[in-house]
């Protein structure tokens, strides 16, 4: 397991997906999205910033350094 992979592990379990779903309920936002949830965004910008990615389209070639999907836009 590298590095990048430990950081979102431990990410996940201070940040689960429970809590964003409560935090957005609180702050009355509806999720609409089917695939992309506000979840993985949240975790698409934790990625990026521990990764220092140059542009969010970067991130489609380095998401398996970070156990995240590949999503098409």
Do not use: C, P
């Not at 990410?11 to 609180?26: A, G, H, R």
Request: net charge negative.
């Amino acid at each position: 397991m590298n590095t990048n992979s430990k950081i979102m592990n431990i990410t996940q379990v201070f940040l689960t997906e429970k809590e964003v779903k409560e935090f957005s309920d609180l702050i009355e936002y509806k999720d609409t999205a089917r695939k992309f949830t506000t979840y993985n965004l949240l975790k698409y910008f934790i990625a990026a910033s521990v990764g220092q990615w140059n542009s969010f389209h970067e991130g489609d070639r380095v998401t398996s350094d970070f156990n995240l999907g590949s999503y098409y836009w």
